[in-house]
């Protein structure tokens, strides 16, 4: 027997350790799950009991104390770094009239989806881009970007960003605009006046394969499109008459990492179940219902949003005599460009 062989294990595993390695023998069962598992569990957060809490600290808190006042959708699993699902965050903002918000870009992609309120707009790039409530307004990855609101009344959106996938990929970057507000270098909503009537777009704007060109997905021409098929498509067993905001350039989603849709669950919905790989995060527009999430129910109404961890077997169910319309977004883009997507229907 050779000498090495003659020491004790604990001497060896002593030693690599010291040496910066590991034996891959102690960790095999942690390393390859037979399926994900996910540190976020189903959650929903209540608009009609969040808003007060909005409405108090923009009154208490000044620009100079609270530069974005932002209620930030924690998920119970995820809060240390703080998260709404694996890859993604949601959160609920607000700005009250007179109000600016300092210009600055990160690489993190993001979007606001419109929840109340008049006569705020962002700039993106140079573009004024109005918001409505309904309103999915883009701020794809390093893009300059600030607020304004000129009306009356607060103005509140969903703000939804793919940060905890950009931070996990230690890809993260952050620069603050040399001045407050961008001056406009173009028209006000020229990206969406553009694009709008879908299948004409013009030939002069360069070509975006990585994000749609569009600055405003007006809620007034989403709400078209779903009223003109809802009562003949057949829709989807899963999530009934869904749409995706695509980019006009590809077909695709808006942007590499997260794919936004809309979907409206008909009166006496019964949905069934499935499961997927990519983590998803609702916002209720209009209507109720529930989503029946592995052994949690969770009870939702107009303006709460609620996140469904990666891989748990979900239905949704409107039992109602009415419509109910929810925005979601999802990390399905990325998993599918790196060939992770997977999905299947529960029994």
Request: hydrophobic share 35%; charged share 20%.
């Given at each position: ?19 910066g ?36 600290f ?8 609270a ?5 930030m ?17 949601a ?12 210009a600055?870009?990160?690489?993190a ?15 993106v ?7 409505h ?8 990855g390093?893009?300059?970007?600030d607020?304004?609101?000129e ?28 001045q407050?507000?961008?001056k ?14 879908g ?7 360069p070509?975006n ?7 405003n997905y007006?809620?007034?021409?989403t ?5 003109s ?9 899963y999530?009934?008459?869904m749409l ?7 077909g695709?989603p ?44 969770l ?18 169910v ?13 990390d ?8 992770f ?7």
């Amino acid at each position: 027997m050779t000498a090495s062989r003659s020491r004790p294990d604990t001497d060896h595993y002593a030693e690599i350790e010291e040496l910066g390695a590991s034996p891959l023998w102690r960790y095999y069962g942690a390393i390859f799950d037979s399926e994900p598992r996910s540190r976020a569990v189903p959650y929903l957060w209540g608009y009609q009991r969040l808003r007060p809490h909005m409405l108090h600290f923009a009154d208490a808190l000044s620009l100079e104390e609270a530069e974005r006042r932002v209620l930030m959708l924690v998920n119970p699993g995820m809060t240390e770094p703080p998260a709404t699902v694996n890859n993604l965050y949601a959160g609920i903002q607000i700005i009250l009239p007179g109000e600016t918000a300092q210009a600055h870009r990160h690489t993190a992609n993001a979007f606001r989806f419109i929840i109340e309120g008049e006569g705020a707009y962002t700039t993106v790039d140079g573009e004024r881009v109005h918001m409505h409530p309904g309103d999915l307004l883009l701020t794809p990855g390093w893009h300059w970007h600030d607020h304004y609101h000129e009306g009356d009344g607060p103005m509140m959106w969903l703000d939804g960003l793919d940060y905890p996938l950009t931070n996990a990929m230690e890809a993260g970057f952050f620069e603050l605009y040399g001045q407050r507000l961008q001056k406009p270098a173009t028209p006000d909503d020229l990206s969406s006046r553009q694009f709008i009537h879908g299948r004409l777009n013009p030939t002069w704007v360069p070509r975006n394969p990585v994000n749609s060109p569009i600055g405003n997905y007006p809620w007034t021409e989403t709400e078209r499109a779903l009223t003109s098929i809802s009562d003949d498509a057949t829709g989807s067993l899963y999530d009934g008459i869904m749409l995706e905001y695509t980019n006009p350039h590809t077909g695709g989603p808006v942007m590499p990492t997260m794919s936004c849709r809309i979907s409206r669950l008909p009166a006496r919905f019964d949905g069934r179940a499935h499961q997927h790989t990519s983590s998803t995060i609702y916002h209720v527009v209009a209507g109720e219902g529930r989503t029946e999430v592995g052994g949690t129910v969770l009870q939702w109404g107009p303006k709460d949003v609620f996140a469904i961890p990666a891989w748990a077997p979900h239905r949704h169910v409107n039992a109602s005599t009415g419509d109910a319309t929810l925005m979601s977004y999802t990390d399905e883009p990325a998993q599918r460009a790196l060939g992770f997507y997977r999905e299947r229907p529960v029994d």
